[in-house]
């Protein structure tokens, strides 16, 4: 059963009894997309799985990433069908300096601010040279109608977040660290249920791993998780 976010902000409510004129609708909106994010960084979400392409410009070695972009996984020449290898910005200055090799196919990668950086630089202008695997964000509850993007079963775990930051507000504490502990249980049951429905997914991915019909698995500490 689907529970949109008029519907959250409603079991909020039923269980902190909270009224809208100390905590408002608004400011529990916000609690709940804050849940959410809160959600998105915990794991390697399946559901938020995607991808992307670069287009080469000659001479350029940045390139915006997505704008919903939150981490990556691979980024793969379409047209080697190889994968690059990712450096860090510290390996890539100790590697070349401020002089990077220019011309020829990349062969590595390294993200600065809210770019991907290829290198050697492309010598070449290349329509969807590179294709970017990566977690993008979550999308937030905006209008009372909208859902969770990810299976019902879970779609009250935002919310007790939200109680918990009720509780907080009304420095109840103990209620806070009770509703929190509810919040991050349901997240790692929710984790389990992805992790092993995904097993045989072909569009699992970790960090460097290749896409194969038979999925990697992206969340190795859960294996032995009761």
């Keep these: 059963m689907t529970t949109a976010l008029s519907a959250l902000r409603t079991f909020v409510r039923n269980q902190t009894l909270v009224e809208s004129d100390d905590v408002s609708d608004a400011n529990l909106n916000t ?11 915990m794991f390697d979400w399946p559901f938020l799985q995607a991808e992307g392409t670069v287009t080469t410009v000659a001479g350029q070695i940045n390139y915006s990433l997505p704008s919903n972009f939150r981490k990556m996984f691979v980024v793969r020449d379409e047209d080697r069908r190889a994968t690059l290898t990712r450096l860090t910005f510290q390996q890539a200055l100790n590697r070349w300096g401020g002089d990077p090799p220019t011309g020829g196919d990349a062969s590595w990668y390294y993200l600065w601010n809210d ?19 990566y ?6 509850l905006a209008s009372d109608a909208d859902i969770p993007e990810f299976a019902s079963e879970f779609h009250l775990i935002s919310a007790h977040y939200a109680i918990a930051r009720v509780w907080e507000h009304q420095e109840d504490f103990p209620k806070s660290d009770s509703a929190d502990q509810k919040f991050i249980a ?25 896409p194969s019909m038979f999925a990697n698995n992206n969340m190795p500490f859960l294996d032995d998780a009761t």
């Design 135 to 140: 977690q993008k964000g979550i999308t937030e």
């Design 31 to 41: 609690m709940i997309n804050g849940g959410l994010n809160e959600l998105s960084l």
């Design 186 to 210: 349901a997240a790692e049951r929710m984790a389990r249920y992805y992790h092993q429905r995904a097993d045989l997914s072909p569009l699992i991915f970790g960090d460097g791993i290749r």
């Design 115 to 133: 770019d991907i950086c290829l290198v050697p630089i492309p010598s070449d202008a290349e329509s969807a040279e590179y294709r970017l695997y």
